[in-house]
Structure formats: structure tokens, C-alpha cells
């Protein structure tokens, strides 16, 4: 029994492994059936371990949240709630722009039930809400946005540059744009 938990562990590791080089150069629609050729094992176990897309590229992705977390973190009690806010705002940009397939794992599935949700833009959401809400006691930022009205809008300029000639400078321009939306004195 324990040789198998410790076989399962070990195919979840080359298969994470195999999915994160898959994404990287395929972005999320990487083929699940070359992940499990690439990783030796077969695509039932793949499944077994990511039942979904979705579940395999929160697990791609799990640590790069879980810096930004971090970030988050350090910025909470930063003098200057909106440049706080706005660092923040740029470091998801430049993940979300330069690991292809972030922007995909970050989007919200608005058509599945109310019982699902995005394990990556909750994380963010549960690390980024103090900053926002800190930015929005300031004035910094309009009383109406949320942090998952920020995903989404970082998700849509990521969405929207992937095929530029400069994805990241090209999402700076349009973030710089959506701050002046939501923080206008800036």
C-alpha cells in the first residue's frame, strides 16, 4: 500500500513536471494525451491526478500564485496603500503575461456552478483584499472595484497581448490605461 502511494506521488511529480514544460510552450490548450506520453504513464492516470484542465493548471501554476501571494503579504501595511495596490497590480501583470497559459488559469468560469471556484484567483483574492480594501479606505481606488474585478481585467490585458510583438510592454500600456479607470488620480 505504501509502495503505491509513494508510485502515485512520484507520477504526480513527472506529470506536473511534464505539464509544466507543456504549457510553457504550448500555453493552457497543451495536449493532455502528450503529457501523459511525455510523462510514461497513461492518460487516466493524468486524469486521476487533474480530473479537469482546470486542476492542472492551478498546479502549474501554484507557486507562481503563491508568490504573489507573498507579495501581497508584504505589501499590506506598505505607507502608500496605492502604490501598494498598483505594485501588486504590476507584478500579476507581468506573471500573467509572461508564463503562457496564467492568464487561462486565472479566468473565472462563470458557467459553472456556484459550488466551483478558481482555487487561483480565490488564493489571490483571499491575499490581495486587505491591499484593496486598504487603497479604497485611502480614496486611492473607487469604493465599487473588487479584486476579482482586478483579475479579470489583468486576465483580459494578458488574453489581449499574448500575440504581440512586446506582450509585456503592450500589457503595461493597457494596465497603466485601466488605472487611470479605477485609481484616477494617478
Do not use: K
Not at 506529470?15 to 497513461?42: K, M, P, W, Y
Not at 486524469?47 to 492551478?58: D, G, K, V
Not at 505589501?75 to 504590476?90: E, G, K, S, T, V
Amino acid at each position: 500500500m505504501t509502495a503505491q502511494r509513494a508510485d502515485a506521488r512520484r507520477n504526480y511529480a513527472r506529470i506536473l513536471a511534464v505539464a509544466e514544460e507543456e504549457v510553457a510552450a504550448h500555453g493552457a490548450d497543451a495536449s493532455l494525451e502528450q503529457i501523459a506520453r511525455t510523462a510514461g504513464v497513461g492518460s487516466a492516470t493524468v486524469r486521476r491526478h487533474f480530473p479537469n484542465r482546470r486542476a492542472l493548471l492551478e498546479a502549474v501554476f501554484s507557486e507562481r500564485i503563491q508568490a504573489l501571494c507573498t507579495r501581497a503579504e508584504g505589501l499590506a501595511d506598505a505607507d502608500d496603500p496605492r502604490a501598494a495596490l498598483l505594485d501588486w497590480l504590476n507584478a500579476l501583470t507581468a506573471y500573467a503575461t509572461s508564463a503562457r497559459g496564467m492568464a487561462d488559469a486565472l479566468l473565472q468560469d462563470r458557467t459553472a456552478d456556484e459550488d466551483h471556484v478558481n482555487a487561483c484567483s480565490a488564493r489571490l483574492s483571499g491575499a490581495v483584499d486587505p491591499l484593496l480594501h486598504r487603497a479604497a479606505r485611502a480614496g486611492a481606488v473607487t469604493s465599487d472595484v473588487t479584486t476579482v474585478d482586478l483579475i479579470s481585467l489583468v486576465t483580459g490585458i494578458a488574453l489581449a497581448t499574448e500575440r504581440h510583438p512586446d506582450p509585456a510592454a503592450e500589457a503595461n500600456r493597457l494596465l497603466a490605461l485601466t488605472v487611470r479607470g479605477v485609481s484616477p488620480q494617478g
